[in-house]
């Protein structure tokens, strides 16, 4: 086994584990915006919380450095390589702008939501947090700019 291939690996893991955070944040999130009851909906919220924390943000992590070694490995150079700077800024985007903003709509929600259920009651912070929907416009965020890094990746336009 050849060192690019290893680098593919680790990569490649690194890019489901960052996607099955991704999907362990949206799932929940959105059944926690959906539901109804209180308790339901505070345990949603947890649950993408704990997905944010266990494999998004690590598995983001993971991807870039793997991404990094890997380009390293196949002779590319990450300063003057165009699709791969680009490729590099969307990255930090999401690493530096959507994760550290998904994170603190998702705790302001998360903790709302279980002050309303404590009170057995919608609260007032409750629905401001709802309305925000700061969480949610940055997990999409996330999935769309997911697409341009895949394009480049793949095809290398430039």
């Known amino acids: ?19 099955f955070g991704l999907g362990g944040v949206i799932v929940p999130l959105y059944r926690g915006y959906r539901a109804e009851d209180l308790d ?16 998004l943000l ?3 992590i993971f991807a870039g450095v793997t991404g990094v070694i890997l380009a390293a490995d196949l002779g590319l150079n990450i300063i003057t390589t165009g699709w791969l700077v680009t490729l590099e800024a969307i990255y930090l985007f999401v690493l530096l702008v959507c994760i550290p903003l ?29 309305r925000d929907n700061v969480a949610l416009v940055f997990s999409l965020a996330i999935v769309f700019a997911i697409v341009p890094m895949v394009y480049l990746a793949v095809f290398r336009p430039y």
């Open 58 to 60: 690590p598995g983001t």
């Open 102 to 130: 998904l994170a603190t709509g998702l705790r302001k929600v998360h903790l709302e939501a279980l002050a309303a259920a404590k009170q057995k009651r919608m609260t007032p912070g409750l629905e401001d947090a709802l």
């Open 1 to 19: 086994m050849s060192s690019e291939e290893l680098f593919r690996g680790l990569h490649f893991l690194a890019l489901f584990y960052m996607m």
């Open 40 to 55: 339901r909906k505070a345990q949603s919220f947890d649950d993408a919380l704990s997905a944010h924390q266990t494999a």
